[in-house]
């Protein structure tokens, strides 16, 4: 009985642990690409003849940041799948 509850202790803490590494992982690209959208917007209505190369910005910026969220979710799929139990 005592390895099986130690096996199912370590699944339940798998899936938290990727659960909390997806919701904290996700809310800094969250914030990041709409702190990123609001002021490209911001800079467009302020200045339309630069609207073309501040989108372009905008959308390489929203690229980099979205690419923690990716991170979060590759480590929570190796949290969950990659362990031996």
């Known amino acids: 009985m005592g390895m ?3 096996a199912y202790f370590l699944k339940a803490a798998c899936a938290i642990g990727a659960a ?3 919701g904290i992982g996700a809310i800094g690209p969250a914030i990041g690409e709409g702190n990123a959208v ?3 917007l911001e800079g467009m209505a302020r200045q339309p003849e ?3 190369s501040l989108r372009t910005n905008m ?3 929203c690229a980099i940041t979205e690419t923690t969220g990716i991170y979060c979710l590759l480590i ?3 949290i ?3 362990t031996n139990v």
Do not use: V
């Open 20 to 22: 909390l590494c997806m």
């Open 38 to 40: 609001g002021k490209a």
């Open 76 to 78: 929570s799929i190796l």
């Open 4 to 6: 099986e509850f130690n």
């Open 50 to 52: 630069t609207a073309g």
């Open 59 to 61: 959308i390489i910026g």
């Open 80 to 82: 969950l799948f990659a």
